[in-house]
DNA sequence: ATTGCAATCAAACGTTCGTTTGAATGCTAA
DNA sequence: TTAGCATTCAAACGAACGTTTGATTGCAAT
């Protein structure tokens, strides 16, 4: 083939530095509010490379996403492959499910260091994202998780009405999202908290696990008789 | 004065009409991905119209907010006035706090036909926005409800420390932000929920009531010692 | 009738946007 | 040494952006 192609990776490091700077601006200022030229001024390369290397504006979104998403999604997989795999024919608990589902995740945002904590404040923010490519591919990318994980949660709540489960999932991601994503932005509004970061992930657990067992609301009780 | 302005109320409803349209829009693409001729076009008034009425687009983004915002906060401190009164010198119940903080709200997602469910997308969009401007009023006009609500809470459940209230305050709006403004996006994730809308308050209730007053974590526990 | 002013309008302002172009650069393989 | 090709670069593209301008409209008070 062609001669720095030879592992498939060309360019010694502008790839990555336009997806480590193009990362950053948008948990920063979001996708419409970051420009080309402030993506490939901070990652010092010309205006050019970013129609090179990926073609697109929207492309190169889609692979900072992907470049990241991709790690976090074989991380819970695995974690919950091992998981089953301990339990055999058993369903798992509810804490367990949790933890192999936002354990990874709050790891990967802990991380300060490698991008980590700045992907999971875009991840957090994405998910309300407006712009319609970006939930058609955030969709797929998170299919098979979300479907492996549901299950085992249903498995691991046999009495709840699995609606009311997608549910608590769904209000467990938010309350996770805005953990990770939105910290400054409650700093403003209570007043700072000058707390220990590491206190996050068992706060959080903690928290979740409760409103994930909290009783059935009476409404819905009542209204569920033959489901399973 | 002058004439029209007999009642504060000049031109009978291309102000109106610019707002419904720019909170739809705003809610819809974002701040940054709505642009002035979305905005003129969908309120059938002319491009100039916003500039000349609000100022700017950052004032016009803050009057939208401004309108329904200052709706919610006066219903919310109304709740609590409330329920105070009714309970003289006793602290109240966590579920009254939660039922006033949320209630609101959650009411006015609900109206569909007079703009209130697009504002609390747009709400919910909002505490994830980059832009500056926004982080600045949002936290101006947010800052009496969250101070009286905090205390509130303390009050209430006096034997948990108060970093840790913060904390499941924050997780809890993640959770009713969410479950407010993603539902299509969470849709999307796990497939649809053909699901009675009437039915998400009392889910979000139990849920938050249950995470509220989960058992501290034990690393919160051990580190405590003399907090009041 | 006429004056005054709030409101609306078409048109243009200068700037910034994402993208494209075509030439320069530098390394690799022949 | 030379040919070939991936990469970088300065420059420019047309389009869309938020905002401003100056004329026009239409009603209310004189």
């Given at each position: 083939?062609?001669?720095?192609?030879?592992?498939?990776?060309?360019?010694?490091?502008t790839?990555?530095?336009?997806?480590?700077?193009?990362?950053?601006?948008?948990?920063?200022?979001?996708?419409d509010?970051?420009?080309?030229?402030?993506?490939?001024?901070?990652?010092?390369?010309?205006?050019?490379a970013?129609?090179?290397?990926?073609?697109?504006?929207?492309?190169?979104?889609?692979?900072?996403?992907?470049?990241?998403?991709?790690q976090?999604?074989?991380?819970?997989?695995?974690?919950?492959?091992?998981?089953?795999?301990?339990?055999?024919?058993?369903?798992?608990?509810?804490?367990?499910?949790?933890?192999g589902?936002f354990?990874?995740?709050?790891?990967?945002?802990?991380?300060?260091?490698?991008?980590?904590?700045?992907?999971?404040?875009?991840?957090?923010?994405?998910?309300?994202?407006?712009?319609?490519?970006?939930?058609?591919?955030?969709?797929?990318?998170?299919?098979?998780?979300?479907?492996?994980?549901?299950?085992?949660?249903?498995?691991?709540?046999?009495?709840?009405?699995?609606?009311?489960?997608?549910?608590?999932?769904?209000?467990?991601?938010?309350?996770?999202?805005?953990?990770?994503?939105g910290?400054?932005?409650?700093?403003?509004?209570?007043?700072?908290?000058?707390?220990?970061?590491?206190?996050?992930?068992?706060?959080?657990?903690?928290?979740?696990?409760?409103g994930?067992?909290?009783?059935?609301?009476?409404?819905?009780?009542?209204?569920?008789?033959?489901?399973?």
């Amino acid at each position: 083939m062609s001669q720095a192609a030879a592992d498939n990776r060309n360019s010694p490091d502008t790839r990555e530095r336009i997806l480590d700077a193009a990362e950053w601006l948008f948990a920063e200022h979001g996708f419409d509010g970051t420009s080309m030229r402030q993506i490939t001024s901070q990652a010092s390369v010309n205006l050019a490379a970013v129609n090179y290397h990926f073609g697109s504006k929207e492309a190169l979104f889609h692979e900072v996403f992907h470049r990241r998403l991709n790690q976090l999604n074989l991380l819970r997989l695995q974690e919950l492959d091992k998981l089953e795999q301990e339990a055999g024919e058993a369903p798992l608990k509810p804490s367990q499910v949790l933890e192999g589902f936002f354990g990874p995740a709050l790891e990967m945002a802990a991380d300060t260091t490698h991008g980590g904590h700045t992907f999971m404040r875009l991840l957090g923010r994405t998910y309300t994202e407006p712009a319609e490519f970006v939930r058609k591919f955030m969709a797929e990318e998170y299919a098979e998780v979300m479907e492996r994980y549901t299950v085992a949660l249903y498995r691991s709540l046999p009495d709840v009405p699995r609606a009311e489960i997608v549910w608590r999932l769904h209000f467990m991601m938010g309350a996770v999202s805005y953990a990770i994503s939105g910290i400054d932005a409650l700093a403003l509004v209570t007043g700072r908290f000058d707390d220990d970061p590491a206190l996050l992930k068992p706060r959080l657990t903690s928290f979740l696990l409760g409103g994930l067992r909290a009783p059935l609301p009476e409404q819905v009780t009542n209204a569920v008789k033959g489901e399973k």
